[in-house]
Nanobody, 120 residues
Framework: QVQLVESGGGLVQPGGSLRLSCAAS????????MGWYRQAPGKERELVAD???????NYADSVKGRFTISRDNAKNAVSLEMNSLKPEDTAVYYC??????????????WGQGTQVTVSP
C-alpha cells in the first residue's frame, strides 16, 4: 500500500512560521509530482504548491514569496516551509503525490490532512 503521512501542522500567530512535512510509506516509487493542497472551511480544495521529480515548482499566487516547497526524491518526501503566515492561510493542508505508471495508468495519492490555524 502507498500512504502519505503529514506532520507539522498546528496553531501559530500571524507572521509566524510552520514547516509541514510529508513522507510516503510503504512505497518505493519516485512520484512524478508531489505537493500540497489546502481546504478552508466552506471553500474548495486548492493547490498551494507542487514540485516535479525534476525540481520544477508551482505556487499559488497567494503564497508565492512566502512558502517554499522542497523534495527529497530518495526518501519520497516533500516539505512546505511556510513563512509570514496570515489568518487566510488557515486550512487543512493535504499532501499530494502523483505517479504515472504508464500512458493509461495514473494514480493520485492523498494524505489525510493536517490542520494549520493562524490566529492572534
Amino acid at each position: 500500500q502507498v500512504q502519505l503521512v503529514e506532520s507539522g501542522g498546528g496553531l501559530v500567530q500571524p507572521g509566524g512560521s510552520l514547516r509541514l512535512s510529508c513522507a510516503a510509506s510503504g512505497s518505493i516509487l519516485n512520484f512524478n509530482t508531489m505537493g500540497w493542497y489546502r481546504q478552508a472551511p466552506g471553500k474548495e480544495r486548492e493547490l498551494v504548491a507542487d514540485m516535479t521529480s525534476g525540481g520544477r515548482t508551482n505556487y499559488a499566487d497567494s503564497v508565492k514569496g512566502r512558502f517554499t516547497i522542497s523534495r527529497d526524491n530518495a526518501k519520497n518526501a516533500v516539505s512546505l516551509e511556510m513563512n509570514s503566515l496570515k489568518p487566510e492561510d488557515t486550512a487543512v493542508y493535504y499532501c499530494y503525490a502523483k505517479y504515472i505508471y504508464n500512458v493509461i495508468s495514473v494514480r493520485d495519492y492523498w494524505g489525510q490532512g493536517t490542520q494549520v490555524t493562524v490566529s492572534p
